[in-house]
Nanobody, 134 residues
């Protein structure tokens, strides 16, 4: 069964760093893109970044220059290195998988229960919490 599992969340002070991991299994990465959404309570899930098997990537303008997404195919893991974190980055971060075929990534997903409606995404992780406070 295809699945993704996130880890690496935690609590940091403003200006600190964290590295999130998304370990995937049960599907061919060369047919998929893997990305990260984040959600604050009761709000939408917003696309932060994604990467393809060809190592092309996307970043939301709010994280460009601070976050870096990378892939280690030997470990079936996608990383999100987050530097210079601010209170606006505090959220639950979800790993998501999308087929490389259209439609494109949605930049915003509507809230549903404690998470979001994932639409055409193929896999959605439980999330890892990032807290930023002094």
């Amino acid at each position: 069964e295809a699945q993704v599992v996130e880890s690496g969340g935690g609590s940091v002070q403003p200006g600190g760093s964290l590295r999130l991991s998304c370990t995937f299994s049960g599907f061919r990465f060369d047919e998929s893109d893997i990305g990260w959404y984040r959600q604050t309570p009761g709000s939408t899930c917003d696309l932060v970044s994604y990467i393809s098997s060809a190592s092309t990537s996307f970043y939301h303008h709010s994280v460009k220059g601070r976050f870096t997404i990378s892939l280690d195919q030997t470990k079936n893991t996608v990383y999100l290195q987050m530097n210079n974190l601010g209170p606006e980055d505090a959220a639950v971060y979800h790993c998501a998988v999308k087929s490389r075929t259209p439609p494109p990534w949605s930049e915003r997903l509507p809230p549903h229960g404690e998470s979001c409606l994932i639409g055409h995404l193929e896999r959605w992780g439980q999330g890892t919490l990032v807290t930023v406070s002094s």
